[in-house]
């Protein structure tokens, strides 16, 4: 069975700072790869996907990840945080041609300091 | 934007009692999904469901679950004889396609407290 890891589950950053939150997955097939993000209140909402090609993709927000297929990876980045980035980050795999089961990470809070 | 919306937010319930979460998805979407999350623990897949009928289901999802899609709206996640351990939240989602999008749309959840 497939398993997420999220290493973080919490990072405390100051307004500025970059971010690195960091994804492995274990499957050794196909997959797509998610990152999620939940504000304090809200719902689950889509920050950026990687289905396949580049395997550096740009979200929302000026948030990008990395698929380093070597490393079962895909850490998510943010050169410069701002207060509004805190929130809940989930990621989140599913096997390729496999439907929308996601298997979710344990997520990470981060919380920006103004 | 449209949206997801579930009722309740919160639940109380004796364990033992049934239980229905309600979840409105988005009105163009055709694929429609319950998650869950313990506390404390990483979000679940349950269940998947499409055309009426579920389309996967994880092994969580057993015999005291069952989702129906009663009218045109609604989509029910209905929990039979409720134990302990089924406190949670609920997480309703909808997606346009099925296959490998990853783009669900979820709603704010269900707390579902069972005592």
């Known amino acids: 069975a497939q398993s997420v890891s999220q290493h973080n589950h919490h990072v405390i950053l100051s307004e500025a700072a970059s971010l690195e939150l960091g994804c492995n997955y274990s499957y050794g097939g196909t997959v797509n790869l998610f990152w999620y993000v939940q504000y304090p209140g809200q719902h689950l909402q889509l920050l950026l996907k990687?289905?396949?090609?580049?395997?550096l993709v740009k979200g929302i927000k000026g948030f990008e990840a990395e698929f380093i297929k070597s490393k079962f990876s895909f850490n998510l980045r943010k050169p410069s945080v701002q207060w509004s980035d805190t929130a809940e980050y989930f990621c989140a795999v599913n096997k390729g041609n496999a439907g929308n089961m996601l298997t979710f990470g344990g997520g990470t809070r981060l919380m920006v300091k103004p | 934007e449209p949206e997801v919306t579930q009722t309740p937010s919160h639940q109380v319930t004796q364990m033992g009692q049934e239980v229905i979460l309600r979840c409105v998805p988005i009105s163009n979407h055709l694929y429609f999904y319950w998650y869950r999350q313990i506390l404390g623990q990483k979000v679940e897949f349950l269940v998947s469901f499409y055309n009426n009928e579920i389309s996967e289901k994880s092994e969580i999802f057993d015999d005291q679950f069952s989702v129906e899609r009663p009218d045109g709206s609604n989509f029910t996640l209905k929990i039979r004889s409720t134990k302990l351990e089924d406190s949670a939240m609920y997480f309703c989602?909808?997606?346009?396609?099925?296959?490998?999008?990853?783009?669900?749309?979820f709603g704010e959840g269900s707390r579902l407290t069972v005592l």
């Open positions: 990687y289905f396949s090609g580049d395997p």
């Open positions: 989602a909808s997606s346009v396609s099925g296959y490998n999008t990853g783009e669900l749309f």
